[in-house]
């Protein structure tokens, strides 16, 4: 969807509610993609590599146990990605068949 833009133009990872957060590390231990960590001496999870993040994936805040977890809009997301698009094209940077 989105691999031909540069990803740390596009503002999209979790954010942690730390006063819901429970520090149960459930999100830390479902996400494969290394974007949470955690912290030893806070006791807590940290969005660690947030540029890890899948662009529009929303899975983990599906299994917080306490709606701890926040994404982005996703309306903001879709400018977003358009801009990007738009951008790409007229520089000649993008491939020409994200869509
Ligand atoms: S799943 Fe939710 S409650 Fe558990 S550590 Fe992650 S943010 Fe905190």
Redesign the pocket.
Known sequence: MSDALPREKIDWFPT?NYEL????????EFCHNDVFAWNETERR?LVGNPRNCVIGCTSCAQ????E??RFPDKGELRLTLRRLRAEATATGTGRGGAS
């Open positions: 942690i957060c429970l520090a149960d590390r459930a999100c830390l999870v299994i917080c146990p306490v701890a977890i």
